[in-house]
């Protein structure tokens, strides 16, 4: 009786170790490995994941310099007043959402502020408003500035 009482506690410990082991076997951590790789890439891959694409300020100054976009400059009206880039169209962007009549719905839209924040939000609010041609200027004006572009002051 007491080496069967043995026998069935070594191998309920020896289950209960192999199951351990299953449970993080090369398939188990491979499969978390890749979720891990593709979350971490999939911000490199692609600029256009929230449904605007992402920009550099050299891109949209070419953008700009090409007349394809309609210029949106969604800071307040005092940061404006300090200095804009040319042809830009103030609509703040805690107002956006009740004047998008203003906006062409069958243009790019290129969104800047001060450095990239509120027109991340603002990219957001047109996307969601249905627009699909939303392009995000990173690192705002104060980006656009610091590589020497000009402004209207």
Not at 24 to 51: F, K, P, V
Not at 116 to 145: F, Q
């Amino acid at each position: 009786m007491n080496i069967f009482k043995k026998t069935i506690s070594i191998s309920i410990l020896l289950i209960i170790l192999f199951a351990g082991i299953g449970c993080i076997d090369n398939e188990d951590t491979q499969g978390m490995e890749t979720a891990t790789i593709s979350a971490d890439t999939s911000n490199d891959e692609s600029d256009t994941l929230n449904g605007f694409t992402d920009i550099s300020i050299e891109q949209a100054k070419q953008m700009i310099d090409n007349n394809e976009v309609f210029l949106l400059d969604v800071r307040t009206q005092e940061e404006f007043d300090e200095g804009y880039i040319e042809g830009a169209i103030l609509i703040p962007d805690y107002e956006l959402a009740s004047r998008l009549s203003e906006l062409p719905e069958d243009e790019k839209i290129l969104v800047y502020c001060r450095s990239g924040r509120r027109s991340v939000t603002a990219s957001n609010i047109l996307v969601d408003a249905g627009y699909t041609d939303v392009y995000n200027m990173l690192g705002g004006i104060n980006g656009w500035k610091g590589v020497k572009y000009p402004v209207v002051t």
